[in-house]
């Protein structure tokens, strides 16, 4: 049968991509935070009652995210783009007190969406599903559905729209579906109704997650677009080495016109086994970022070398390197992401967010706090 228009562009942008083939995602790895303890805010105690459909959600900064200033607007844009191109939202609200290591409440009161919101799926296959009268069509209703993209970001004119350049602050590939008349048969088996319905589309385990919505019901959605600043990073070198030791975080993909390609170095003394460290990670420069599909990136790697020259960063007549995180099992990198739009959520998915992160082998996340170890290539 012919396949749902929207749900159509939702799985292309979710499975169009393979990770492997462009961008940071070259060195198949990703990252997943867990879970702190928060604080919730209230942000909404005069709001007016919802007579219609209530939508509550609870909007969670976790405890590096680097938050605004500003009052933070959480839209449902209509999606009818597959570009992610959104700009005026059908439904919104507005958040403030947000902070690291906090959640704050909102609400949106959801009527009907309007007649043109929904997509129409004909049941029935034209070259297979015949009646006995010779119509084409199956008889029953036409599934219809309202796709709709959850997306949060700092409205920095006011204008209640969201224009490129203004602070992303939340996004991922999940949606708000209405549905009526039937059940479209691509969305059968998910756990969706006739109504109001969350649907996520898990781009890691390529699956799809329904949930019926119920008037009152409350989302958890996570601040996934903030950057993430989780400071230095420790870690330990395995090797020794009698020069004049230097970690640095170099990196490996990116800008292709960096000169200097490390972002930051300290000395350590390396001559005994299993000398510790702790190195800066700062924004990194604008030559060392690459770009692609809504994000500004950069991949490194943390190395050891011999400082001969000695100009703090390892380069020309510099011995080594002897050790990098990218030589353990498995082989761990840090990634920056900037998002720049909404297009934004495919790597922010992959990575579990703007900012810094961790991360090894098939996407795997990596625990900032724990630390790398830098062991010799093989």
């Not at 034209?126 to 796709?147: H, L, M, N």
């Not at 549905?179 to 996520?200: C, F, K, Q, S, T």
């Amino acid at each position: 049968m012919r396949a749902l228009y929207g749900l159509a562009l939702v799985l292309t942008a979710c499975t169009a991509k393979d990770p492997e083939d462009t961008g940071p995602a070259d060195t198949s790895d990703t990252d997943v935070p867990a879970d702190t303890d928060t604080d919730i805010t209230d942000t909404d105690d005069t709001a007016p009652s919802c007579e219609e459909f209530e939508l509550n959600g609870i909007l969670t900064a976790t405890e590096y995210r680097v938050v605004p200033n500003g009052e933070i607007t959480m839209a449902i844009f209509p999606f009818t783009t597959e570009d992610f191109n959104f700009s005026v939202p059908w439904e919104s609200a507005t958040v403030g007190g947000l902070a690291p290591d906090t959640s704050v409440n909102f609400s949106w009161c959801l009527g009907t969406p309007p007649d043109e919101a929904y997509q129409s799926d004909e049941q029935g296959d034209p070259d297979t599903d015949a009646d006995t009268d010779g119509d084409t069509d199956i008889d029953g209703p036409t599934p219809e559905v309202a796709f709709y993209f959850i997306g949060g970001f700092v409205d920095g004119d006011g204008d209640g729209a969201y224009d490129e350049g203004e602070a992303l602050v939340h996004g991922k590939y999940a949606f708000l579906a209405h549905i009526r008349g039937a059940v479209p048969p691509d969305l059968e088996g998910y756990d969706v109704h006739l109504g109001w319905n969350h649907i996520n589309f898990n781009i890691l385990e390529s699956a799809v997650e329904g949930q019926q919505l119920s008037d009152g019901d409350t989302l958890d959605l996570d601040a996934n677009l903030l950057l993430n600043d989780p400071g230095e990073l420790t870690g330990v070198v395995v090797e020794a080495s009698e020069g004049q030791t230097r970690v640095g975080v170099y990196l490996t993909q990116g800008g292709n016109e960096a000169e200097n390609r490390t972002l930051s170095s300290v000395p350590i003394d390396a001559s005994e086994p299993g000398a510790s460290f702790s190195v800066d990670f700062p924004t990194p420069p604008s030559d060392h970022l690459g770009s692609d599909s809504g994000v500004n990136y950069a991949l490194y790697s943390v190395i050891a070398w011999d400082d001969a020259n000695p100009d703090e960063a390892w380069g020309e007549g510099d011995a080594g390197p002897f050790a990098s995180s990218s030589s353990s099992a498995p082989a761990v990198f840090a990634i920056y992401l900037e998002p720049l739009n909404f297009s934004s959520i495919y790597y922010a998915t992959l990575f579990d967010g703007a900012g810094w992160h961790l991360f090894s082998d098939g996407y795997a996340p990596e625990p900032w706090e724990e630390g790398v170890t830098l062991v010799s290539p093989p």
